[in-house]
């Protein structure tokens, strides 16, 4: 029984601290700003990725699940239903933010998305994820400031982002 009791604290206790707030995200970001390898880099992101998609309250949890299955099958109205559950439940989630965030930005709603992207970067500045989306809202909007702007805080974190390196060259040849 006490192994039990023990088993359950451990695989719970994963789960208390998960989201942004998450203690490991600190070592993560560090171990992927000196990361040189892309295939490491990838590991790394995947698991910021795992760790911001858990929230400690069960409700959210399996409401934020639903809405990304939504999401994943193209059903975006739910998904956006469902992802404004979430954020009512757990307003300081910051991924259920950027998942509304995406599924707006998917339904060409950019201002909404943006407002959403906003959130998420208040609430977790390191949300590579969310200046992505916002760097391609950006170029959509013939933003080439902006989108260079966002490119560069996504490489203070990233530096082996070869995507925003690439469209950081673009924009500035097009620029000059």
């Known amino acids: 029984m006490k192994k039990i009791i023990l088993v359950l604290a451990l695989f719970y206790s994963s789960f ?3 989201d942004q707030k998450d203690s490991r995200l600190n070592g993560l970001f560090d171990e992927l700003f000196l990361c040189n390898d892309n295939m490491q880099a ?5 698991d910021i990725w795992d760790i911001w998609s858990i929230t400690d309250n069960v409700e959210a949890q399996k409401t934020y699940d639903e809405g990304t299955t939504m999401m994943n099958r193209g059903n975006f109205d739910e998904a956006i239903k469902l992802f404004t559950q979430v954020i009512s439940i757990k307003p300081e989630f910051a991924e259920a933010w950027n998942k509304r965030a995406t599924v707006l930005f998917l ?9 959403d ?11 590579f994820g969310a200046l992505d989306g916002l760097a391609e809202i950006y170029l959509i909007q013939e933003n080439l400031l902006g989108a260079a702007a ?3 805080r996504i490489l203070e974190i990233i530096p082996t982002s070869k995507k925003s390196q690439d469209r950081l060259k ?7």
């Open 16 to 18: 208390a601290l998960a």
């Open 42 to 46: 990838s590991i790394i992101l995947s």
């Open 107 to 115: 339904k060409g709603e950019l201002k909404a998305s943006v407002s």
């Open 117 to 127: 992207i906003e959130k998420t970067l208040e609430l977790e500045p390191r949300h």
């Open 150 to 152: 966002t490119y560069k």
């Open 170 to 176: 673009l924009i500035n040849e097009h620029i000059v």
